[in-house]
Protein backbone atom coordinates (compact mmCIF):
# COMPACT_ATOMS: atom_id res chain seq x y z
CA UNK A 1 0.00 0.00 0.00
CA UNK A 2 0.51 3.81 -0.02
CA UNK A 3 3.08 4.78 2.89
CA UNK A 4 3.57 8.49 4.35
CA UNK A 5 6.11 9.37 6.83
CA UNK A 6 6.78 12.39 8.71
CA UNK A 7 10.00 13.25 10.69
CA UNK A 8 10.01 14.05 13.85
CA UNK A 9 7.14 12.10 15.09
CA UNK A 10 7.56 14.08 18.31
CA UNK A 11 9.56 17.94 19.01
CA UNK A 12 9.93 20.56 21.79
CA UNK A 13 11.15 23.86 21.54
CA UNK A 14 12.02 26.83 22.92
CA UNK A 15 9.53 29.83 21.80
CA UNK A 16 10.63 31.98 19.18
CA UNK A 17 12.55 29.09 17.27
CA UNK A 18 11.98 27.43 13.78
CA UNK A 19 10.97 23.81 13.62
CA UNK A 20 10.63 22.05 10.24
CA UNK A 21 8.50 18.99 9.82
CA UNK A 22 8.98 16.43 6.66
CA UNK A 23 6.37 14.62 4.63
CA UNK A 24 7.31 12.14 2.74
CA UNK A 25 5.44 9.57 0.19
CA UNK A 26 7.63 6.46 0.19
CA UNK A 27 6.57 4.50 -2.79
CA UNK A 28 4.74 6.95 -4.66
CA UNK A 29 4.83 10.29 -6.40
CA UNK A 30 2.75 13.22 -5.06
CA UNK A 31 2.42 16.07 -6.81
CA UNK A 32 -0.60 17.11 -3.76
CA UNK A 33 0.51 16.88 -0.11
CA UNK A 34 -2.14 18.50 2.59
CA UNK A 35 -1.41 19.59 5.73
CA UNK A 36 -3.73 19.82 8.70
CA UNK A 37 -3.73 20.80 12.61
CA UNK A 38 -5.13 19.04 15.33
CA UNK A 39 -5.23 20.75 18.73
CA UNK A 40 -6.17 18.42 21.67
CA UNK A 41 -9.34 16.69 21.60
CA UNK A 42 -10.45 18.79 18.52
CA UNK A 43 -10.68 17.51 14.66
CA UNK A 44 -8.34 17.97 11.99
CA UNK A 45 -8.28 21.14 10.01
CA UNK A 46 -6.71 21.82 6.64
CA UNK A 47 -3.81 24.35 6.98
CA UNK A 48 -2.66 23.76 3.70
CA UNK A 49 -2.47 22.56 -0.28
CA UNK A 50 1.37 22.01 -1.20
CA UNK A 51 1.78 21.59 -4.87
CA UNK A 52 5.08 20.10 -6.39
CA UNK A 53 6.59 23.38 -8.03
CA UNK A 54 4.32 25.65 -7.20
CA UNK A 55 3.23 27.92 -4.02
CA UNK A 56 1.25 26.53 -1.99
CA UNK A 57 -2.59 27.63 -1.26
CA UNK A 58 -3.09 28.18 2.37
CA UNK A 59 -6.66 28.20 3.85
CA UNK A 60 -8.65 31.36 5.82
CA UNK A 61 -7.28 32.06 8.45
CA UNK A 62 -3.76 30.50 8.25
CA UNK A 63 -0.16 32.89 8.26
CA UNK A 64 1.76 32.48 5.39
CA UNK A 65 4.38 33.66 6.86
CA UNK A 66 4.47 32.08 9.79
CA UNK A 67 4.07 28.57 8.33
CA UNK A 68 6.50 28.14 5.18
CA UNK A 69 5.46 24.75 2.70
CA UNK A 70 7.76 23.85 0.44
CA UNK A 71 6.92 20.67 -1.88
CA UNK A 72 10.39 20.54 -3.63
CA UNK A 73 10.13 16.98 -5.16
CA UNK A 74 7.28 14.50 -6.15
CA UNK A 75 7.85 12.52 -2.39
CA UNK A 76 8.69 15.62 -0.07
CA UNK A 77 6.94 18.24 1.65
CA UNK A 78 7.88 20.44 4.26
CA UNK A 79 6.37 22.35 6.73
CA UNK A 80 8.37 25.34 8.43
CA UNK A 81 6.86 26.75 11.46
CA UNK A 82 8.48 30.03 12.16
CA UNK A 83 9.28 32.05 15.47
CA UNK A 84 7.06 29.16 17.34
CA UNK A 85 4.80 29.86 19.99
CA UNK A 86 3.31 27.87 22.51
CA UNK A 87 -0.15 28.55 20.98
CA UNK A 88 1.10 26.96 18.18
CA UNK A 89 1.64 23.16 19.89
CA UNK A 90 -0.45 20.95 18.29
CA UNK A 91 -0.49 17.60 16.05
CA UNK A 92 0.33 18.09 12.38
CA UNK A 93 0.06 15.52 10.33
CA UNK A 94 0.19 15.62 6.55
CA UNK A 95 -1.06 13.30 3.69
CA UNK A 96 -0.53 12.67 0.22
CA UNK A 97 -2.36 12.39 -2.53
CA UNK A 98 -2.10 9.12 -4.71
CA UNK A 99 -2.83 9.29 -8.11
CA UNK A 100 -4.89 6.35 -8.46
CA UNK A 101 -6.85 3.95 -11.24
CA UNK A 102 -9.80 5.23 -11.17
CA UNK A 103 -11.27 9.01 -10.59
CA UNK A 104 -10.69 9.39 -7.20
CA UNK A 105 -7.00 10.32 -6.25
CA UNK A 106 -7.18 9.08 -2.59
CA UNK A 107 -4.85 10.63 0.29
CA UNK A 108 -2.94 8.68 2.49
CA UNK A 109 -1.97 9.90 6.01
CA UNK A 110 1.45 10.23 7.85
CA UNK A 111 1.69 9.46 11.73
CA UNK A 112 1.62 12.92 12.40
CA UNK A 113 3.73 15.09 14.07
CA UNK A 114 3.53 16.33 18.00
CA UNK A 115 4.95 19.58 18.00
CA UNK A 116 5.22 21.24 22.19
CA UNK A 117 5.97 24.81 22.14
CA UNK A 118 7.21 25.95 25.73
CA UNK B 1 -20.45 24.70 2.07
CA UNK B 2 -19.40 21.36 2.87
CA UNK B 3 -20.14 20.68 6.02
CA UNK B 4 -20.17 17.44 8.23
CA UNK B 5 -21.57 16.92 11.75
CA UNK B 6 -20.90 14.32 14.59
CA UNK B 7 -23.20 14.99 17.15
CA UNK B 8 -21.89 12.20 19.18
CA UNK B 9 -19.26 13.89 21.10
CA UNK B 10 -18.17 11.06 23.79
CA UNK B 11 -19.64 7.35 23.79
CA UNK B 12 -18.78 4.98 26.08
CA UNK B 13 -20.19 1.06 25.78
CA UNK B 14 -19.36 -2.39 27.94
CA UNK B 15 -17.35 -5.28 25.55
CA UNK B 16 -20.13 -6.69 22.90
CA UNK B 17 -22.33 -4.10 23.02
CA UNK B 18 -23.10 -2.52 19.46
CA UNK B 19 -22.18 0.93 18.40
CA UNK B 20 -23.75 3.04 15.87
CA UNK B 21 -22.12 6.54 15.25
CA UNK B 22 -23.88 8.81 13.78
CA UNK B 23 -22.83 10.93 10.53
CA UNK B 24 -24.42 13.67 8.82
CA UNK B 25 -22.96 16.02 6.16
CA UNK B 26 -23.68 18.86 3.78
CA UNK B 27 -22.72 19.53 0.11
CA UNK B 28 -24.13 20.88 -3.12
CA UNK B 29 -21.37 19.14 -5.26
CA UNK B 30 -23.32 16.05 -6.70
CA UNK B 31 -20.05 14.11 -6.82
CA UNK B 32 -18.68 13.41 -3.07
CA UNK B 33 -16.98 10.89 -1.18
CA UNK B 34 -17.41 10.14 2.43
CA UNK B 35 -15.01 8.54 4.84
CA UNK B 36 -14.36 7.22 7.95
CA UNK B 37 -11.05 7.43 9.68
CA UNK B 38 -10.33 5.86 13.14
CA UNK B 39 -8.02 7.81 15.45
CA UNK B 40 -6.34 5.65 18.12
CA UNK B 41 -4.37 7.49 21.12
CA UNK B 42 -1.42 6.79 19.02
CA UNK B 43 -2.80 9.99 16.60
CA UNK B 44 -2.39 8.09 13.51
CA UNK B 45 -5.30 7.90 11.43
CA UNK B 46 -6.58 4.85 10.11
CA UNK B 47 -8.62 4.43 6.62
CA UNK B 48 -11.75 2.65 7.48
CA UNK B 49 -14.15 3.18 4.27
CA UNK B 50 -14.87 5.47 1.51
CA UNK B 51 -17.77 5.46 -0.42
CA UNK B 52 -18.91 7.93 -3.44
CA UNK B 53 -22.07 9.45 -3.67
CA UNK B 54 -23.55 7.22 -6.26
CA UNK B 55 -22.74 4.31 -4.24
CA UNK B 56 -25.71 3.99 -2.17
CA UNK B 57 -25.24 0.10 -0.81
CA UNK B 58 -24.49 -0.70 2.41
CA UNK B 59 -21.24 -2.18 3.32
CA UNK B 60 -20.25 -4.82 5.48
CA UNK B 61 -16.79 -5.70 6.93
CA UNK B 62 -16.21 -7.79 9.56
CA UNK B 63 -17.77 -6.18 12.77
CA UNK B 64 -17.99 -2.89 11.12
CA UNK B 65 -21.21 -2.38 9.10
CA UNK B 66 -21.97 1.41 7.04
CA UNK B 67 -25.02 2.82 6.26
CA UNK B 68 -25.17 5.35 3.29
CA UNK B 69 -28.70 6.88 2.71
CA UNK B 70 -28.48 9.94 0.58
CA UNK B 71 -31.97 11.03 1.86
CA UNK B 72 -30.86 11.96 4.79
CA UNK B 73 -27.38 13.20 4.08
CA UNK B 74 -26.43 10.09 6.42
CA UNK B 75 -23.37 8.30 6.47
CA UNK B 76 -23.61 5.86 9.89
CA UNK B 77 -20.92 3.72 11.48
CA UNK B 78 -21.92 0.95 13.31
CA UNK B 79 -19.78 -1.64 15.31
CA UNK B 80 -20.90 -4.95 16.10
CA UNK B 81 -19.50 -6.71 19.52
CA UNK B 82 -17.24 -3.67 20.10
CA UNK B 83 -14.38 -4.98 21.87
CA UNK B 84 -11.95 -2.90 24.11
CA UNK B 85 -9.41 -2.26 20.94
CA UNK B 86 -11.99 -0.26 19.17
CA UNK B 87 -11.33 2.49 21.81
CA UNK B 88 -10.79 5.38 19.67
CA UNK B 89 -11.84 8.91 18.04
CA UNK B 90 -13.47 8.24 15.28
CA UNK B 91 -13.89 10.56 12.35
CA UNK B 92 -16.65 11.27 9.19
CA UNK B 93 -14.79 13.09 6.35
CA UNK B 94 -16.38 14.61 3.44
CA UNK B 95 -14.87 14.97 0.08
CA UNK B 96 -15.19 18.75 -1.93
CA UNK B 97 -13.94 18.81 -5.05
CA UNK B 98 -12.53 22.47 -5.71
CA UNK B 99 -10.26 23.19 -9.00
CA UNK B 100 -9.79 19.75 -9.22
CA UNK B 101 -7.63 18.96 -5.71
CA UNK B 102 -10.11 17.10 -3.68
CA UNK B 103 -10.27 18.66 0.44
CA UNK B 104 -11.25 16.73 2.93
CA UNK B 105 -13.71 18.27 5.23
CA UNK B 106 -13.79 16.35 9.19
CA UNK B 107 -16.31 15.98 11.45
CA UNK B 108 -15.05 16.94 14.94
CA UNK B 109 -15.04 13.42 15.76
CA UNK B 110 -17.04 10.87 18.09
CA UNK B 111 -14.76 9.12 21.03
CA UNK B 112 -15.52 5.85 21.64
CA UNK B 113 -14.54 4.22 24.72
CA UNK B 114 -15.27 0.26 25.02
CA UNK B 115 -15.18 -0.88 28.39
CA UNK B 116 -14.54 -4.29 29.51
Not at chain 2, 51 to 77: A, C, H, L, P, V
Amino acid sequence: GAVVSQHPSRVICKSGTSVKIECRSLDFQATTMFWYRQFPKQSLMLMATSNEGSKATYEQGVEKDKFLINHASLTLSTLTVTSAHPEDSSFYICSARHPGQYTYNEQFFGPGTRLTVL
Amino acid sequence: AQKVTQAQTEISVVEKEDVTLDCVYETRDTTYYLFWYKQPPSGELVFLIRRNSFDEQNEISGRYSWNFQKSTSSFNFTITASQVVDSAVYFCALSENQGGSEKLVFGKGTKLTVNP
